[in-house]
C-alpha cells in the first residue's frame, strides 16, 4: 500500500471504507504487517490519528492557542470547537484526558493471582447502532512489570472490524494509537 500524500500523522490501519473487497480463493486479501491487528482492519470506528491528522490538514488545530487553550494531557489536543476542553484518544477522558471515560467500567488493580471480571455489554444482535457502546477498564500494576490479560470466554457476533462489538487491549506504548481487537 502506497500514502499518496505525507502526513505528520501516519494510518498504520485503516478503516473498512478503505478497504471494501473480496478474493476469489477465499485467502485474506489484506494482511496485517503485525497480525494481532489482523481482526482490528475494517472497523467503523474513527481512529484517533484519522481524527487528528483530519483536524491538523484542515488547519482546525491552530484554532486553539498554545497559551491559553486547555493543556491536554496522553496526548490529547485542544478540541477546535472549544479550546477549553480536549479531543482524547480513547481511552482517555475528562476535559483534560487525564480521567477515565464516562460509562461502564472501572480502575482495577493487578495482583501476582489473576482477578476475574464478568462484563457485558450491548444487546447482542446484529442490529447496526448509530453509536457504539464502550466500557473502559484501566488495569494498573507496579513499575516495572508486567500485566497479562486472559479471556476465557467471549460471546458475540465474529466479524472483521469488530462492528457489532468486541474487546480492544490497548497493549502498544503508543496510546495514541488503535488497540488489538
Known amino acids: 500500500m502506497k500514502h499518496t500524500e505525507r502526513s505528520k500523522l501516519h494510518r498504520k490501519y485503516r478503516r473498512r471504507l478503505d478497504f471494501d473487497s473480496a478474493s476469489r480463493n477465499g485467502r485474506e486479501t489484506m494482511v496485517s504487517k503485525d497480525e494481532n491487528y489482523q481482526e482490528t482492519m475494517g472497523s467503523d470506528i474513527v481512529g484517533f490519528y484519522d481524527v487528528s491528522m483530519m483536524n491538523e490538514h484542515y488547519n482546525c488545530k491552530v484554532l486553539c492557542p498554545r497559551g491559553s487553550s486547555a493543556q491536554c ?25 487525564n480521567e477515565r471515560p464516562d460509562g461502564c467500567g472501572e480502575s482495577l488493580k493487578a495482583g501476582p493471582d489473576y482477578t476475574q471480571l464478568v462484563s457485558s455489554i450491548g444487546d447482542g444482535t446484529t442490529r447496526t447502532n448509530i453509536d457504539f457502546a464502550k466500557c473502559t477498564y484501566w488495569i494498573q500494576a507496579p513499575t516495572g512489570t508486567r500485566i497479562e490479560v486472559r479471556i476465557d470466554s467471549l460471546q458475540g457476533y465474529t466479524i472483521d472490524g469488530c ?19
Not at 78 to 91: F, K, L, R, T
Open 163 to 181: 462492528i457489532y462489538g468486541g474487546v480492544e487491549i490497548k497493549a502498544h506504548p503508543d496510546q495514541l494509537r488503535t488497540g488489538y481487537r
Open 73 to 97: 494531557q496522553n496526548g490529547g489536543y485542544p478540541n477546535p470547537n472549544n479550546c477549553s476542553i480536549c479531543n482524547c484518544p480513547s481511552g482517555y477522558g475528562g476535559n483534560l484526558c
